[in-house]
């Protein structure tokens, strides 16, 4: 948490704006900024949020990252990726309806992949895709399903349909939860994705088959994020012993090298 470090940061750099000159601007008491700034006292949400708002940075940004580290131009370019992921300029999304104004379930099957990112805003694009209603998913939320190709993310078999979530603030994805990812580039890639905006405006992609390698994506070429709902196969998943295994191995040497870390050497 970089609060305390980041305000006075800041405040210094405001014209060199005094704790009081501060205060009265904030509507807050001299006293408060002092404890803020020396760590001994942290201001409620709201004084957060005017705060962040006074010196036209995120919140993220004033608590999570040191601003001192960064010029204006980065803290700018930041706070936009910031705006892009959390949707608060408004991401709209494109649906069809049936006859009871019901939202279809969209399928996007593997001939119609390419053109996904560039058609999926229009509607006489999606007017011309497979539309179902599916009883089984959750009322009062946008799903959309796209047949997936390749065996990266086994036991999923290539050609199963998988059916998303739509999600319009990415930063409410947990690290390590499968998404269905639609970008300007590489397309439509189901993975496990992880955060790596505030250092690296990006997404860490990552397979489950671990012959595929991680990669990373920049967050302004994510167009759309499908959360993992469910999928339909046409075929039973094979067993895949060797691989669970692998993996199993994998987990047990990171855990042992992480005991390994927590014993205290001797002198």
């Not at 006075?8 to 750099?13: A, I, S, T």
């Not at 999606?126 to 399903?145: D, E, I, M, V, W």
């Not at 990415?170 to 992880?194: A, H, M, P």
């Not at 094979?238 to 669970?244: G, I």
Request: aromatic share 8%; glycine share 4%; net charge neutral.
């Amino acid at each position: 948490m970089f609060l305390s470090k980041n305000l006075k940061y800041l405040r210094e750099r405001n014209k060199r704006q005094t704790q009081e000159g501060l205060a009265d601007a904030l509507g807050i008491t001299r006293s408060a900024i002092s404890s803020y700034e020396d760590g001994r006292a942290e201001p409620k949400l709201v004084v957060m949020d005017r705060i962040a708002q006074y010196f036209n940075v995120t919140l993220d940004q004033l608590l999570k990252v040191d601003l001192s580290r960064l010029t204006d131009e980065e803290i700018q370019q930041q706070k936009e990726v910031s705006k892009y992921v959390s949707a608060s300029n408004l991401r709209i999304l494109t649906i069809t309806v049936d006859k009871e104004n019901n939202e279809n379930v969209e399928l996007v099957p593997e001939k119609a992949r390419a053109g996904y990112a560039q058609g999926y805003a229009d509607r006489e694009y999606l007017s011309n895709l497979p539309k179902y209603q599916l009883p089984f998913l959750p009322k009062g939320r946008t799903y959309r399903a796209f047949e997936i190709t390749g065996d990266s993310m086994l036991p999923l078999l290539p050609n199963s349909i998988v059916i998303g979530e739509y999600v319009t603030n990415w930063n409410d994805i947990r690290n390590g939860q499968v998404c269905i990812v639609v970008s300007r580039n590489e397309g439509i890639v189901l993975k496990k994705v992880y955060s790596r905006v505030q250092e690296r405006g990006a997404f860490l992609l990552k397979s489950t088959n671990v012959n595929y390698r991680s990669y990373e994506i920049p967050v302004t070429d994510v167009i759309e994020m499908w959360r993992f709902s469910a999928y339909i196969s046409r075929d039973f998943p094979e067993e895949t012993h060797s691989y669970h295994e692998l993996k199993q191995a994998i987990e047990r040497i990171e855990e042992e090298m992480q005991e390994i870390k927590s014993i205290p050497r001797k002198s």
